[in-house]
Structures are given as C-alpha cells and as structure tokens.
C-alpha cells in the first residue's frame, strides 16, 4: 500500500489519479466457491476484486471461515490485482446477521491475516462501534481501509453526505466511501454534488456510489465528479443497479478518453 497526494496504489490498482478503478464483487457461499469465482474472472475484468464475506456461510461465527475465504480468493487473483475483504452488516443490505460484537470479529479476523497471502484492504463501516480502534488495528497490520456508509432507504442532503464522507476521514479512512438509495433526480444530483465538494479538496480517494436504476450515471459518471472506483459486476451483483464490468469499462474508456 502506497499513499501520496490523494493517491492510494494497491498492487497494480491506482486511485484517485486517472480513469476510476473497476471493482468486481465476488459473491458466493463457501470459500471454494469464492476461489472459484475469482478465478473464472475474465482477464482484465477486475482492477480490485471485492470479497463479500457476508454471502460466506458461517463467516459470522468463525474466523477460520474468514481466513481460509480470504486465502483461497488471494490465491485465485493475478498477483497484480488487489483483494479488497468486505462484510457488510445487514443493517447496511448485508446477507448476514451479526452482531457488533460478531462484526469486529470479522475484521480482526481479516486483519490477522493480513500478508502477502491475505487482502490488501478491508471495508470497516463508520457506524460500527470503535471504528477508530479497528482502523487502527488494520493500519498496524499494513493493511488500506474502506470506511464505508450505505444507505438503502434514502439519499440525505448534499451536506450529511459531506458530512459522513469527512467523518470517515476523520477516523483514518484510506479510502472513503458512501453509497444511497435516490428516489428522484435531485437525490442523485445531491450525492454528485457532495462528491465534487469532498473530492476538490480531499487527501485521498473518494469513492460514492448512487444504487438502482436511477443511480446508474453514477457508476457511469462518478469519476467526472471525482469518484475513484466503481462497481460491475461479472456474474452475481453485490448491490441494485451494478451494471456488467465489461460494459461499464466501455463507457469509461469513453468517458476518460484524451481529449483530442
């Protein structure tokens, strides 16, 4: 992990500089089936795979489970692609439930692993309780973190998305991210208002995300506004509105040609 002038390099991912960095979920059950999926992933796919740890059956009360997901997926990957382990809450549209308490142990558990074996970065959320003291622990362990929000119900004003994205900086974010749920053209205009706002002048990479229909020009156009990474999906889609990575990278090669 390398970090400078608001730019986080990861393996042979770069963000935050450039055209945005394609992430493709990996979502399956168990962890040979997670192995499985990563490696059926066409070459030049995925510029950062993201390993949903909440699909894994038992990965909430076992952190073996956690271990030997993240090292079957790192060991599927070309070493030049970085593994991003994620699992998300079922208050933030999670597959599984767990408990605070349950949640760190997911975390910690990634971290544990951390090495070349292990993941390169890990998702924390903002809401989870000392999400300052799991940042930490990963940061210790050489690992980049996503401090992340998601919002399934609504999108807020343009400036509690400001808010929330500062506060995940506030907390050690290496990567700070949001995603909301629009209901109107105004909602997904606020979320690329608050991304220009937070981007202009960020430390580092800011990723956000509209879900749904609606929200598609944000996976589309984010990187416009100063978003660094979005998703597409091959396969199983991790979230509403993910749109095929071979498509989305056509649009983005348009939308970040050189000027001519």
Excluded: N, W
């Amino acid at each position: 992990m390398t970090t400078s002038d608001g730019v986080l390099r990861l393996r042979g991912a770069t963000l935050g500089a450039g055209t945005p960095q394609v992430c493709v979920p990996v979502v399956a059950t168990t962890p040979a089936a997670a192995a499985a999926a990563a490696r059926s992933l066409p070459a030049g796919a995925a510029d950062v795979v993201e390993l949903r740890l909440d699909h894994v059956a038992g990965s909430a009360g076992d952190p073996a489970v956690v271990r030997a997901a993240v090292t079957a997926v790192r060991a599927a990957l070309p070493a030049d692609v970085p593994l991003l382990a994620t699992f998300r809450s079922q208050r933030e549209g999670g597959a599984q439930a767990a408990d605070d308490a349950a949640y760190a142990t997911v975390v910690d558990a990634v971290v544990a692993g951390a090495g070349p074996d292990g993941a390169d970065a890990v998702d924390v959320e903002l809401a989870t309780p000392d999400v300052t003291g799991l940042v930490d622990r990963a940061h210790a362990a050489g690992l980049a973190v996503v401090v992340s929000h998601h919002d399934f119900a609504r999108t807020p004003p343009a400036d509690e998305i400001v808010a929330v994205l500062r506060r995940q900086r506030a907390v050690g974010a290496d990567v700070c991210k949001v995603a909301v749920m629009p209901h109107d053209p105004d909602d997904v205009l606020a979320l690329l208002s608050a991304t220009r706002t937070v981007a202009r002048d960020a430390d580092r990479p800011v990723v956000t995300v509209a879900m749904g229909a609606l929200g598609l020009v944000t996976r589309l156009a984010g990187g416009v506004f100063g978003s660094a990474m979005t998703f597409g999906a091959v396969g199983a889609a991790s979230a509403p509105g993910q749109l095929d990575a071979a498509r989305l990278r056509e649009v983005l090669a348009l939308l970040h040609a050189p000027a001519r």
